[in-house]
């Protein structure tokens, strides 16, 4: 199911909307939550918004899982290492965390809790925020590094040779 689409594998054409998405979205409910005025006009669209980027991560990490089996299947050595692998799983949990954080806040707001309450959570949205783009950049970094830096410095390398 996560496996390909229209002929290529599905991680490499979703890790694109993930880099992406994630930290926008991710900036924009962190600035939503923290302003009360901003969080009562708008948390239920960044409810939905961070629903759909728990989905948007799942779907990433579950293709990853099947772009590395493919890998493993024909013995190339050209797995991403494990810490791609280990970024990307922290960052769906992460921003699973920031899905719940976000629920949660909406929900206190709509039950009129207390400002500090709202405060409260919507520092909690933010850190959550802040850790799944620190979380994306990572884990983007890693796979980028070990699909492409033997290439490039081989590249380098044969540039160099041809001055």
Request: aromatic share 6%; charged share 10%.
């Amino acid at each position: 199911m996560f496996d390909t689409f229209m002929g290529l594998p599905l991680h490499v054409l979703v890790l694109h909307v993930t880099v992406v998405l994630i930290p926008l979205g991710a900036m924009a409910t962190a600035a939503v939550f923290c302003r009360p005025a901003w969080r009562r006009a708008y948390g239920r669209v960044m409810v939905a918004v961070s629903l759909g980027l728990l989905v948007l991560a799942f779907v990433t990490v579950q293709a990853g899982q099947q772009l590395q089996n493919r890998f493993r299947r024909i013995g190339d050595t050209n797995v991403p290492r494990d810490d791609h692998e280990a970024f990307g799983r922290a960052l769906l949990w992460i921003v699973l965390a920031l899905a719940v954080a976000t629920v949660l806040a909406a929900l206190a707001d709509r039950q009129g809790a207390p400002a500090a309450a709202g405060l409260g959570l919507g520092v909690i949205v933010a850190g959550l925020a802040v850790a799944s783009i620190v979380l994306t950049v990572i884990a983007g970094h890693t796979g980028s590094k070990s699909h492409w830096e033997e290439f490039v410095d081989g590249t380098n390398a044969a540039s160099a040779g041809q001055g």
